[in-house]
Every structure is written in C-alpha cells, then in structure tokens.
C-alpha cells in the first residue's frame, strides 16, 4: 500500500480571498483581540464605577461627573466598534 501525502503552502500565490481566510496573521489576530478585550474590560469597568457611584446613599462618596463619564464610555464604544 502507498501512502501518498498532500502538502498545502499557507503562503502560496492563491489570494486569501479565494481561500476564505483573513490577510491578518495570527499575531496580529491576537493583538486586536487584547486590544478588544481590554476596551470592552474598561467600559465595564466605568459603567460599573457609574453605576455605583451613583447608587450609593452615604453622603461621603465624591462627586462624580456624570457627563463625563458617558462621554468616556460612549467615545470608548465606538472605538470598539470600529475595530
């Protein structure tokens, strides 16, 4: 019995496009996806900030600008998008 082996060159002359695979490499790939995270990490951790701040009841908390933390969770939204 003969086995015959089929090798497949990822970096071959065939455009990506026609392979159904994305340009980026792997690296990149994952880089982007931390980049992500950490946005999405960030907006959570403002809203919750928000959040909280906002539902306390003690008359010792600082002053939060609300306004302003919107801005920030809004702005960072759509950078998440954008990527």
Same mark, same amino acid.
């Given at each position: 019995m003969v086995k015959l082996a089929i090798i497949v060159d990822l970096h071959s002359a065939v455009p990506s496009?026609?392979? %159904?695979?994305?340009?980026?490499k792997p690296?990149?790939?994952?880089?982007?996806d931390k980049k992500k995270r950490k $946005?999405?990490?960030r907006?959570?951790?403002l809203?919750?900030?928000?959040?909280a701040s906002l539902t306390k009841k003690s %008359?010792?908390?600082?002053?939060?600008?609300?306004?302003e933390y919107q801005r920030k969770i809004t702005?960072?939204? $759509?950078e998440l998008s954008k990527m």
């Open positions: 496009s026609n392979l %159904g695979i994305s340009t980026l690296k990149t790939m994952g880089k982007i $946005l999405q990490e907006i959570d951790f809203q919750s900030e928000l959040t %008359g010792k908390t600082a002053e939060i600008n609300v306004g702005e960072l939204r $759509l």
